[in-house]
């Protein structure tokens, strides 16, 4: 592969990663190197100056999210939102802590009324970490009711934060006693219940809210896809005879960390014939000469901006056989098709039925959507393929600054290999833009 997402950067000497570069980032951010948010690297800053981008204008993006999040609960009478879920909190706040920990313990939680007030739970002695962020007026601790911090106390601990909840909601709301819940335990919400405090589904607010990107968050979104091609890359020379899967995976967390990245959902790339079936993740398979590599990137990059390209590309020196150019050139024209139909106003059984049919021997393997959403991580939609449609389809409208990713998965049933091709786009007014630059493979598309 000549094309290099570094050629750029590596020719302009003028560049240099560790300057300063005044009192504030090109994000708006601190230029203070002991500073406690994160965010991205002086690396990633200088990559994407060289790559003409414009960084967000975090300020900006921030009270955008939150009039978002502010107008769903308007539309539904809704006193307001609590939130458990640690990427609805970022969307909320743009705090983050331990996100990955604390998915699978709720420590932290967030209520922002229909005002616009913002109460942040964090982890405990953790406040320092949210001095930064103006919009969260509040903050307090006291959110964990789960078996392993409270143990056979839970019920009280629960009992105590929903009369928390209830005083709150009495101070910001008046009578309005609607409250919006995304995720909760059990207990929490018995304890809701019990004081007859109305619950609705959070979900449903957040995941509209977030569904529609202003400018900022398209620029955040283009860093964020930015620094991920440049980690594909080295990737991609990584990916030689004699390297195993987890050798070239690796590649992708460190550069996504050096970049100021956050983590990686899945670690789906496989190699040879365990890329048929999908959805093998990494392992200590050592790669041959000849042999397709396929991969999905589901990286949450800079920003927390989540980069979800799939490419599949050939180990070594091989002349592809004409069976993986086949299964290439079906994945690529599937995506290409499917991009090419998108347009605001049309609904998503209509972007269905416009779609491309999968030939009837990769039905059985199709991926589980044709396309979905994309922001903080995957989100709404889900746009499903026409066999899924009567059982998994739901109503919807494509909009201006809708961000979906466009996949397929290639592969027949009892096949030797299989291709995984996606790429990222935004819904503008007049059709898509596509984010994502990183090349198609020239040898396979023969």
């Known amino acids: 592969m000549n094309w290099s997402p570094f050629s750029i950067a590596s020719s302009n000497r003028k560049i240099d990663p560790t300057r300063r570069r005044g009192a504030f980032k090109p994000d708006g ?45 308007r539309k539904r009478d809704l006193g307001g939102i609590l939130l458990f879920d640690p990427l609805n909190i970022r969307y909320a706040t743009d705090s983050t802590n331990m996100q990955l920990w604390i998915t699978h313990n709720s420590a932290r939680a967030c209520f922002v009324s229909a005002s616009g007030h913002i109460i942040l739970w964090d982890f405990h002695n953790c406040d320092h970490l949210t001095a930064h962020l103006p919009l969260v007026k509040e903050l307090r601790g006291g959110a964990s009711f789960f078996y392993f911090e409270t143990g056979d106390r839970t019920t009280e601990h629960a009992r105590h934060f929903a009369q928390e909840i209830e005083s709150i909601l009495k101070e910001h709301s008046g009578n309005n006693r609607r409250l919006a819940l995304d995720k909760i335990e059990i207990v929490g919400l018995r304890e809701l219940d019990r004081l007859n405090i109305e619950t609705f589904d959070g979900q449903e607010v957040m995941e509209l809210a977030r569904a529609i990107k202003n400018e900022d968050e398209i620029n955040a979104m283009r860093c964020s896809l930015a620094s991920t091609e440049i980690a594909m890359a080295k990737m991609q020379q990584a990916s030689v005879p004699g390297a195993t899967e987890n050798d070239i995976w690796a590649v992708l967390h460190a550069e996504n960390i050096k970049r100021g990245g956050e983590w ?54 091989a002349e592809p056989t004409a069976e993986q150019r086949r299964l290439y050139r079906v994945a690529y024209d599937h995506i290409q098709h499917n991009m090419e139909i998108l347009r605001p106003g049309m609904t998503f059984e209509e972007v269905t039925r416009a779609g491309v049919r999968l030939p009837e021997e990769f039905r059985a393997q199709r991926y589980g959507v044709m396309m979905h959403g994309v922001g903080l991580c995957d989100e709404y939609p889900s746009i499903r393929y026409p066999e899924d449609l009567e059982g998994h389809g739901y109503s919807g409208v494509l909009e201006p600054g809708m961000a979906l990713c466009v996949e397929a998965y290639v592969g027949a049933v009892g096949g030797k290999e299989g291709v995984k091709l996606e790429d990222q786009v935004i819904i503008t007014e007049n059709g898509f833009e596509n984010l994502t630059t990183y090349p198609f493979e020239e040898a396979l598309l023969k």
């Not at 230029?31 to 981008?53: K, Q, S």
């Not at 975090?58 to 999040?69: C, D, P, V």
């Open 29 to 73: 951010s601190p230029n203070e190197n002991d500073r406690v948010e994160i965010g991205p690297t002086d690396l990633a800053f200088n990559e994407w100056e060289a790559l003409g981008l414009i960084a967000p204008d975090l300020t900006r993006m921030r009270e955008y999210r939150l009039q978002r999040i502010v107008n769903e609960l």
């Open 264 to 317: 990686i959902e899945c670690r789906l790339l496989s190699s040879g014939p365990r890329t048929n079936p999908w959805f093998q993740e990494s392992g200590p398979r050592v790669v041959q000469n000849g042999e397709l590599l396929a991969f999905d990137t589901d990286l949450v990059g800079p920003y927390g901006i989540c980069a979800d390209i799939s490419r599949t590309w050939m180990i070594g020196d």
